[in-house]
């Protein structure tokens, strides 16, 4: 079995959104922790949220993954 172009970017998209929650928390501190909280924003809001490194970290990994289903079901699958 062939896998199709519609099932292949619905597959890496579903995994991509898995693992980007899997990495939002890394290396995130909040105001609170980190010192004086800005006038108006909640305590827990993070200081730099790194969202850009986090988006290219989670691509990375999400590319790794999706090659093994990739490899697996065009390998295993009949």
């Given at each position: 079995?062939?896998?199709?172009i519609p099932?292949?970017?619905?597959?890496?998209l579903?995994?991509w959104?898995?693992?980007?929650?899997a990495?939002?928390?890394?290396?995130?501190?909040?105001?609170?922790e980190?010192?004086?909280?800005?006038?108006?924003t909640?305590p827990?809001?993070?200081v730099?949220?790194?969202?850009?490194k986090?988006?290219l970290a989670?691509?990375?990994?999400?590319?790794?993954?999706?090659?093994?289903?990739?490899?697996?079901?065009e390998?295993?699958?009949?």
């Amino acid at each position: 079995m062939t896998m199709s172009i519609p099932l292949s970017i619905a597959l890496f998209l579903t995994i991509w959104w898995t693992v980007l929650f899997a990495v939002l928390p890394f290396g995130v501190r909040s105001q609170h922790e980190d010192g004086p909280v800005e006038g108006g924003t909640d305590p827990g809001a993070p200081v730099r949220p790194l969202l850009l490194k986090k988006a290219l970290a989670t691509t990375a990994i999400t590319a790794v993954i999706f090659a093994g289903v990739y490899y697996y079901v065009e390998k295993y699958t009949g």
